[in-house]
């Protein structure tokens, strides 16, 4: 899911709530990127992914770095769009 409770305002954390409760009880697992720190505290992971531009970081939160920079791949200049 993508930015799930994107428009909820003070509802975040609810909503966040009822979407944990349906995953465990139906026995299935959601992944939703967000920027809301209240779904990710809900959360029972959470990654933190960064950008600079030529790399990436991935940081598991409340844990250590699982791994620590993501080369972007090249651009193939023979292709067009």
Known sequence: M???MKNMGDLIFLGGQMLR???HRLGFQLLIVTHEKELVNIADRAWEVRHNGESSEVK???GEDIQKTIPIKEK???IKL
Do not use: A, H, N, Y
């Open 21 to 23: 409760e349906i995953s």
């Open 60 to 62: 598991l939160l409340g």
């Open 2 to 4: 993508d930015e799930p």
């Open 76 to 78: 193939r200049k023979d």
